[in-house]
């Protein structure tokens, strides 16, 4: 008889133990979560002290006197500029004028890039033909768009709007080129013997896949997004785009007024960190998080 | 003898005793009263190159009877990974037609290829949906293939938090949810350590023969697992198919007669090892002189 002489296999439940033994070996053990203090000492102290730092850097500077004040007014003079800004009750108007144009472009720069990534990365000859002009496009600076968006539609927001879009398109639509680029193979072949053919592939296994180059994409759009908006609200003001941070600053120029050009400026800059760190970040550590991409916070 | 005893699955013993007594040398392929659950006709399979098509495999003839467990044994340059590829009909043939039962082939691959943005029980579902199970079944199916591969508690766990073992029982989790009749294994333990790669081998039998017991009503489950490891060959397969290189035929094929479960360090494996083993290093050696 074949096989006599083997001896006894271990039964079933020895198999069990022997399973969840090994499972619990190679177990990763969890630690614990990091204290708060060590989060403020890690994370928040060194930003704060760089300001500090730059902050002071820049009151010597002002103090030693090398510029005139109205050429480079002190950190006080700034502020003042922006707690009057404040007390005008327009400010927050003025930010959010900018911000909801703003995030209305970039809203439409995703709602045609995306597509338009897609349609680029899945057919070969689209790609040779438009890819390296996408890429191109995107270094050029958005600010060049001004003049002729403005001839083609006027002193409007419809202006502002293309200006913006030509910025930020080109950017979303790369990242996902980009991303999908990155998508292992083995994903795709995965899907298939799943049953996962044609649009269902795209939607279960090829964009999941592609979301981190595409989330990549996102910020960069946004980024994008931002600049333009400047640009175009700095160079082309009208009473029908509105009254936005651009037009604040060119207002700050035209009255010479150097504390409110450097309060403007702040204040375009915290827009800009605060998308990123409110939105983006949060999305991107999300994402890789859960993917095991990015190691645990020390 | 009041120990459990793994028995052949019904269908791979009737055969065998069909084919009894086993010929000492190659097992001839013969047509089976059953109509097999994966067959292979004729199939060629040509890669177009700049000097010339080069041939991968050369005229393969298999037949895999439903609950059967065979092993596709082979050097580098046979076109195992080929040879699944067109099994699963992810690939098609140059010449010669594949043909299964059911459902599209489940395919396992040496990565564990499960995708890091759902949790292990959400892959599962992925193939549940996709095979069109309704939404209120999918989580209770998804749990009792986790308790199957024993993996209870594992549902929502990430990807990455689990070992190369688990994860390569999630992805057979994930195979056993298409339902299919025919399970094909890429070298799917060749990645893995060899403790938990021998302990992972004794799962896959009992989740077999589990998949074959008449309780689980007419379904059957056939492997094609395809490795290098003579040993492991041996260990799992109710037959072993040794393929020749460049191009991949098949040389010859043993059925392995003996019961299960079966240990890696039994004298019996090891002996038959032995002799596969040197059927293997001759067919090598044919390549010396190209």
């Known amino acids: 008889m074949p096989g006599a002489d083997i001896r006894r296999p271990p039964e079933a439940a020895d198999l069990a133990g022997l399973s969840t033994g090994l499972d619990a070996l190679q177990s990763t053990q969890h630690q614990g979560g990091a204290r708060l203090g060590r989060v403020l000492l890690g994370r928040v102290a060194p930003p704060v002290v760089a300001c500090v730092l730059i902050l002071t850097v820049w009151e010597l500077v002002h103090l030693s006197g090398v510029k005139p004040d109205y050429v480079l007014p002190g950190p006080r003079a700034v502020w003042d500029a922006l707690v009057e800004q404040w007390y005008l009750g327009t400010t927050l108007g003025v930010i959010g004028q900018s911000v909801s144009h703003g995030a209305l472009g970039f809203l439409a720069a995703v709602a045609i890039g995306t597509p338009l990534g897609l349609f680029v990365w ?86 999941p896949a592609a979301l ?75 994402v890789l998080r859960t993917r095991g991409l990015l190691e645990r916070a020390p | 003898m009041s120990r459990p005893v793994y028995d052949s699955p019904r269908t791979a013993k009737s055969l065998a005793t069909a084919e009894a007594p086993p010929a000492p040398q190659a097992v001839p392929v013969r047509a089976a009263a059953v109509p097999p659950a994966l067959e292979l006709r004729g199939v060629s399979k040509s890669f177009g190159h700049p000097g010339g098509d080069q041939l991968v495999l050369d005229d393969i003839g298999l037949a895999v009877a439903p ?5 596709l044994l082979g050097a580098s340059g046979c076109g195992k990974s080929t040879l699944l590829g067109l099994a699963a009909g992810i690939d098609e043939p140059s010449a010669g037609t594949v043909s299964a039962v059911g459902p599209r082939p489940a395919l396992m691959f040496q990565e564990h290829a499960l995708f890091p943005w759902l949790t292990a029980g959400k892959n599962i579902e992925l193939a549940l949906r996709l095979r069109g199970v309704p939404r209120r079944e999918r989580r209770p199916e998804a749990e009792r293939l986790l308790g ?31 339902a299919s009749q025919v399970l094909l294994m ?105």
């Not at chain 1, 006027?154 to 980009?178: K, Q, R």
């Not at chain 1, 994008?224 to 908006?229: M, Y």
């Not at chain 1, 204040?267 to 939105?279: F, K, M, P, R, W």
């Open chain 2, 148 to 178: 199957l591969v024993r993996l209870n508690g594992a549902y929502g766990k990430r990807v990455h938090e689990l070992s190369g073992g688990m994860r390569q029982r999630v992805a057979l989790a994930r195979a056993l949810a298409q």
């Open chain 1, 212 to 286: 981190p180059g595409y989330l990549a994409g996102l910020k960069q759009g946004w980024a994008f997004s931002w600049r333009s908006l400047m640009a175009a609200e700095l160079i082309a003001g009208s009473p029908e785009m509105g009254y936005g941070l651009g037009q604040m600053l060119e207002n700050g120029r035209v009255a010479q007024d150097m504390p409110l050009v450097l309060a403007t400026i702040l204040l375009i800059l915290c827009v800009g960190i605060s998308v990123d760190l409110l939105v983006f970040a949060p999305l991107e550590r999300y």
């Open chain 2, 67 to 71: 609950g059967e467990f065979v092993c």
């Open chain 2, 186 to 290: 890429d070298e799917p333990f060749a990645a893995l350590d060899a403790i938990t790669r021998d302990l992972l081998h004794d799962e896959l039998i009992r989740v077999w023969h589990e998949w074959n017991q008449p309780a689980g009503g007419a379904r059957s489950l056939s492997v094609l697992f395809v490795t290098h490891n003579v040993r492991e060959a041996v260990r799992l397969g109710g037959r072993v198919v040794l393929l020749a290189s460049r191009p991949g035929r098949i040389a010859r094929q043993w059925r392995i007669d003996l019961t299960y479960p079966r240990r890696l360090e039994d004298e019996a494996v090891a002996e038959k090892s032995k002799e596969i083993t040197e059927e293997l290093r001759k067919e090598i050696s044919r390549h010396a002189g190209s």
């Open chain 1, 122 to 207: 899945s057919v070969r000859p689209v790609r040779t033909a438009i890819g390296p002009i996408l890429t191109g496009l995107q270094s050029l600076p958005s600010v060049a768009w001004v003049p002729a968006s403005v001839i083609w539609f006027g002193l409007t927001e419809t202006a502002i709007y293309a200006v913006v879009l030509l910025g930020a398109v080109p950017s979303v639509a790369n990242g996902l080129v980009a991303g999908l680029d990155q998508v292992p193979p083995l994903f795709l072949r995965a899907g298939r013997t799943l049953g996962a053919q044609g649009l269902r592939a795209v939607r279960h296994v090829l964009l």
